[in-house]
């Protein structure tokens, strides 16, 4: 698609995709997303409830900390450095959102992995920056008690990035909410684990 210039935000993102389902003709729709897709599917749900009939919200976070920001920023100072975009996922993001386990074991799926992201259309840096700069200023604190749709909130025991620490934030303040703790999954558990990440899901829509 194309990448306008930003500045980008989560609030924004959301209000994009509401005015996509609507193009498309989707009046409401099952939403989930992981990280970034989970904090752009919090303000939708609050903005846009009647565009949700449920929402799966995975390794996600109410409003970025101030450890969350040194991650961040330290992805933003690899972007202008490493060759590619690509090279910042699979050398500085990738570390994060799997366990030590999967790189040990299983170094052919990392390598299919990274095949994956150098496959993909390149992304330029300045939309790299301007969508981190999104994550920075995330802030969904005040949207969570809007949020009405039925709610399955996951998290990787092994994620630093979006630890367990938002866990309790995004439970209480999303009323009926349901948690799910993968014990021995990180922040990308859809890719490293999907039979019990999908059952878990699955459950939950079912």
């Given amino acids: 698609s194309d990448k306008p210039a930003g500045p980008y935000s989560t609030e924004g993102y959301a209000d994009q995709v509401a005015a996509f389902l609507g193009a498309i003709g989707v009046e409401r729709t099952h939403v989930a997303g992981i990280s970034l897709g989970a904090a752009v599917g ?6 846009h409830p009647d565009r949700v009939r449920s929402l799966s919200l995975h390794s996600g ?8 920001k040194v991650v961040v920023e330290q992805w933003r100072t690899l972007a202008p450095v490493l060759p590619t975009v690509a090279d910042v996922v699979i050398e500085a993001i990738f570390p994060w959102c799997f366990t030590p ?3 040990v074991e299983r170094p052919e799926f990392v390598d299919a992995l990274v095949d994956f992201v150098r496959g993909r259309p390149a ?14 200023a995330h802030d ?5 008690g809007e949020i009405h749709a039925p709610t399955q909130i996951t998290f990787g025991a092994h994620d630093l990035v979006c630890s367990t620490r938002f866990a309790d934030p995004l439970n209480t303040g999303i009323a009926g909410s349901e948690l799910v703790v993968f014990e021995d999954l990180s922040h990308a558990g859809l890719h490293e684990d999907p039979e019990t990440f999908n ?3 699955l459950d939950f829509l079912l």
Avoid: G, I, K
Wanted: hydrophobic content about 55%; overall charge negative.
């Fill in 42 to 47: 919090m303000h939708l749900a609050a903005r």
């Fill in 61 to 68: 976070w109410h409003a970025t900390d101030d450890y969350l």
């Fill in 101 to 103: 386990e999967m790189y």
């Fill in 123 to 136: 992304q330029p840096v300045d939309a790299f920056l301007a969508q981190t700069e999104a994550v920075l």
């Fill in 140 to 144: 969904a604190s005040a949207a969570l």
């Fill in 199 to 201: 059952r878990a899901t």
